[in-house]
């Protein structure tokens, strides 16, 4: 148990509750009284592992990350893809994440990333629109 | 038609037996990339199972649970590196063995003690299941809700470290279920004038967030450049002996039995029972000090725990619908994919489904000993060959695809993905993702039987602890919450 991290944990959670028991006040009857009952209880587990951290946790800082650059890559990144999708269209999004992201890992063999991206890319086009005709994002070229 | 001419018809049919053979193969291909894991790869898989026949789905499930069970097994032996969490204590014997040259034949023996673990399990999931779910006929709402809270907190106190993080993790998931409209009353709640919040939550969208995104954030963060050379995943052929087998018949049997028993239990999951039958061989033997420096019988105890705890991880899910593991857990949720409500009913009006399912449970684990073979196992570690970092992205492709496709918005995305950055900051904290899934699930049964309950008893809340049944269930819940502070408080004691 890693004391501060643990502490502002308890608190986030006891808030959230907090917040949904306020918040479902505001339901007609039983609609209520149930998520109410939920947004206290979560407070008071959050306040109970925010206290025990405060009494018994460790001061030594536990690391939330291994490599925090390649998590803020890859969730940069990642959001950076899904925020694509919806303009560029499904295919092209998933071709650049999947050239770009190993490059900003430190994966640089260009040949090895154009072929996997074409072959991975085929095959999702192949299940998704070929065989179960899932409809996904237009892509960009289509709207013109 | 008997019900057994109905599960069979239903079970042999080409689309199901596809499924079972394909997932198998796709199961340790899964199960050998460390990184990977059955969890992950059935949240993946689940958005896809919408459209399909529910044999088919579920024949999916099962293939890649028991085929990943054993393909952890082949980094393990090869490498010392669990494929999954399961095969850690694979890696205790079958490393020592590979390094004496005898992977092939740790390898050979991972993959029948798999398959007859996962046999065993599926046989006891064939024969206790429909005993279970007729005597749960009994129950009423009130027995229901007690059933819902008590998985709660049997997932939320024995999953974890820390029993107060795993209750507020559970009731979590509690409350994130009564987002959308109210199904009693109609009552918008938590939806901020949001349309799309009305449905509520989708759960394969959170399912594949919080599973799929974190084991994502470690592949990228582990940045494997290279993956593995050809010569250090070099296989020489071996053979075991007739009277090596016979010698593994003991431990093969008292795994199993371990395994089944760890199944059950809800929130035990596959390393538990891998490291129970581990150290029960260890104590068996005539020669405990042989092991951990490549004793066979170690290899056979491990896997053969780990796999023999798969089905029977599905007894409480099915007739109760308390998952026994995460993966029971996402089976629950492919069967409400297909409008099927997990719990005794399930049996009565779906008996060719749930029949069918246990029958695919036991032939996916037959099925390991053709696809976990010798040539194939071969052709299994070369998959460690791939650079980890290619994986990154192609699996947030997957995520993506898979959850779009569930209702066709963009909106699933974001929430796909603000889970998952959520699962990963739980995970590092030590807040276990099991018991929120469960919440998920099991939150608007609870809250829909308890309301029941009530209206019968006319808001006498005395009425849900004193029928016998509920009272015993609800004593049972009682006493699982607070086992961790008289376990604390007699530790205390005993140290002062």
New interface residues.
């Given amino acids: 148990?890693?004391r501060r991290?643990?502490i502002v944990?308890g608190a986030i959670?006891a808030a959230?509750?907090l917040f949904?028991a306020v918040?479902?006040t505001a339901?007609?009857?039983?609609?209520?009284t149930?998520?109410m009952v939920?947004?206290l209880?979560?407070a008071a587990?959050?306040v109970?592992?925010a206290a025990?951290a405060g009494l018994r946790g460790r001061a030594t800082p536990?690391?939330?990350?291994?490599?925090t650059g390649?998590?803020a890559?890859?969730?940069i990144v990642?959001?950076g893809?899904?925020a694509l999708?919806?303009i560029l269209g499904?295919y092209t999004a998933?071709a650049l994440?999947?050239l770009?992201?190993?490059v900003a890992?430190?994966?640089w063999q260009p040949v090895y990333l154009a072929v996997?991206a074409a072959v991975?890319v085929a095959i999702?086009w192949t299940v998704?629109s070929i065989v179960?005709e899932?409809?996904?994002?237009t892509e960009f070229w289509q709207t013109f | 038609m008997d019900i057994v001419t109905q599960v069979l018809s239903g079970v042999f049919a080409l689309g199901p037996i596809a499924a079972m053979i394909g997932a198998s193969i796709l199961g340790v291909f899964i199960g050998a990339l460390p990184g990977l894991n059955p969890v992950m790869a059935i949240a993946l898989l689940l958005p896809l199972t919408y459209s399909m026949e529910p044999l088919v789905a579920l024949g999916m499930v099962a293939g890649i649970y028991n085929g990943s069970m054993y393909g952890g097994a082949i980094p393990a032996i090869l490498l010392r590196i669990p494929g999954t969490p399961a095969a850690i204590a694979t890696t205790f014997d079958g490393y020592p063995m590979a390094q004496r040259g005898e992977a092939a034949r740790a390898l050979k023996i991972a993959c029948w003690s798999s398959a007859l673990g996962g046999t065993a399990s599926a046989i006891a999931l064939m024969t206790i299941g429909p005993i279970l779910a007729r005597a749960t006929l009994a129950f009423g709402p009130a027995e229901y809700f007690w059933i819902a809270m008590f998985g709660m907190a049997s997932i939320g106190v024995l999953v974890g470290t820390d029993a107060a993080k795993g209750l507020m993790a559970a009731t979590l998931g509690l409350l994130l279920g009564t987002v959308g409209l109210d199904q009693l009353s109609g009552t918008a709640r938590f939806t901020f004038d949001q349309v799309w919040l009305l449905s509520g939550l989708d759960l394969i969208v959170i399912l594949v967030g919080l599973y799929a995104l974190p084991p994502v954030i470690a592949l990228a963060e582990a940045a494997d450049l290279k993956g593995l050379s050809a010569a250090q995943l070099k296989l020489e052929p071996a053979k075991v002996p007739w009277s090596e087998v016979r010698s593994l018949v003991p431990t093969w049997i008292r795994s199993s039995l371990i395994g089944i028993g760890v199944g059950i239990l809800p929130g035990a999951g596959g390393n538990i029972a891998a490291f129970l039958s581990y150290n029960a061989a260890k104590s068996a033997s005539d020669d405990p000090d042989s092991f951990g420096k490549g004793n066979p019988v170690g290899v056979a105890a491990a896997e053969c725990g780990n796999n023999s705890d798969n089905a029977a991880s599905m007894i409480p899910a099915l007739t109760l619908g308390i998952p026994g593991n995460v993966i029971a857990a996402l089976v629950l949720g492919a069967l409400l994919i297909h409008g099927l409500q997990p719990g005794p009913q399930l049996f009565h009006q779906n008996p060719g489904l749930v029949g069918g399912f246990m029958v695919q449970m036991l032939l996916t684990s037959l099925l390991i000993l053709a696809v976990g073979g010798a040539a194939a196992t071969k052709i299994f570690a070369q998959v460690q060959r791939l650079p980890g970092v290619m994986l990154v992205p192609t699996i947030l492709v997957l995520m993506a695809v898979g959850v779009y496709v569930i209702n066709g918005r963009v909106i699933d995305l974001w929430i796909m993905f603000v889970a998952g950055l959520a699962g990963y900051v739980f995970e590092k904290t030590n807040i276990p993702l099991a018991p929120i899934v469960l919440g998920l699930i099991l939150g608007p049964m609870a809250e829909q039987n308890v309301r029941r309950a009530l209206l019968i008893s006319r808001g006498d809340v005395t009425e849900l602890v004193t029928r016998p049944i509920s009272a015993v269930i609800a004593l049972a819940t009682l006493g699982l919450i607070l086992f961790p502070i008289v376990a604390a408080i007699s530790r205390r004691r005993r140290s002062a």
């Fill in positions: 148990m890693e991290q643990d944990l959670f959230l509750g949904a918040k479902a339901y007609s009857g039983a609609s209520g149930y998520p939920l947004g209880v979560l587990f959050g109970i592992v025990k536990r690391p939330l990350t291994e490599h390649r998590v890559v890859t969730v990642g959001a893809y899904l999708v919806p499904f998933s994440v999947v770009a992201l190993p890992l430190g994966f996997t991975f999702v998704f179960l899932k409809p996904l994002p």
